[in-house]
């Protein structure tokens, strides 16, 4: 890891989910001692004020190689923050940077900061749905084969899990949903809860869906690929509190051992 | 969610690895707002001054269902903040106390604050062996029957995706590590990487010990309820850098579609 003398490095920073609130101390001060920081438009504006006094190079998405290779470049004479949302190891730049660092051979300070995944983002809002073992996965073709990702889904389904889904739907790729809940049907009962959480924790959040394996057709169309889907396990079932709130409960097995 | 003018409710606080650097602003704010907080004592020490003013109450680990109780009841007439190590909605408080909350039939305003959990804080510290689709599994089986995890381990190693360990191994259950060990074996051949990282970003934090698969045998006293266990995937391998770095990569796939 980069010391505190040091002045040049790479800073992978993991910034959250969007708010600046659910940002790590770490993370801010990382963005604080860079001269560049790079990332793409959406994970770059929320910082707002942070980028003050920067050199801000902002990149596409889809341009993580290109992105990965200016940034190393300039860590040779400065310290630059590279800015993943979520979690810089999770479907973050974190993998990328460092196969590309490999790669040039070149020998640089290097810290991951991580941080809030939109898995944990995602399931504080919907109660607690991941309470114990759980499977994420992306249904993005676009480095993965399909069939590679549907063996995955059998795999996690057959065993009951809670499944978080990434990347659940786009343009480019309009029926990947379909084939997941597909997937899930061979497993689950209708009744197994489902959640859908858009642009969580961010300014633009939306309400979260609550509905279940057997009704999910009738809210499609809440899906895109700013939402993340959390499939409940065999044994989540929903939750309810009256006015204050909605989601899914997967119990750790407390139920099993204690009275309450 | 508890509103602004909210004076008495929970909020469920995951605090991330314990330095408070990694505490997100809105964790360190439900804090500051609280009457009561409540945890077990080694989550509860590293806050420090946050808690001044504070009534503290501490309790002890396997005391879940009592603090959750105890909350519940506070949070009738009272700001009550529990505080989770990691993320408060994997392997936290967040589960049992919506279970022990919904049984009670009390309807009190509820706010579920993420934090940054271990397999996050784990990854950060070895590369980047998460970068893609992954699978979380504990070992503990206290809750969860012994023949349902090791189910669970067959089908995520079947699918060759990286799988966090948490609760590895303990006094109580020694010999769960070593089948955990023997499924990885079934699917995955000797080299494939496994980092153990010890108390990850906490005061107490030991050097990450980077193995394979076919040596971990001569690592395994490393391994304690306080470790994080990652296996690497089936395209996980070590990563180098000179002197500054070793640690995993699980690559996404960038190398089938780019040239760097």
Known sequence: MPGKEQTNGLWIVGCGPGKQEYMTGRAIAAIARADYVIGNDSYLTPLGPLL?????????MGKEVER?????ELARSHAVAIISGGDAGVYGM?????EVLEHSGAQIPVE??????????????????LSGDFAVISLSDLLTPLEVIEKRLDAVFSVGIPVV???????????????AVEHARKFYPPTVPVAIVKNALREDQAEPVITTL???ENVIDAIDMHTTVIFGGIESRIWRMGDYARGIITPRGYQRKYVY
Chains 1, 2 share one sequence.
């Open 52 to 60: 003050n006094g920067k050199t801000v190079i902002r990149s596409s």
């Open 68 to 72: 990965a290779t200016k940034a190393i």
């Open 94 to 98: 974190a993998g990328i940077v460092l």
């Open 112 to 129: 991951i900061v991580p941080g809030v995944t939109a898995a944990n983002a995602g399931a504080s809002l919907v109660g607690s749905p």
């Open 165 to 179: 889904i990434y990347n659940p739907r786009s343009h480019g790729r309009p029926h990947n949903f379909a084939l």
């Open 214 to 216: 057997g009704e999910i």
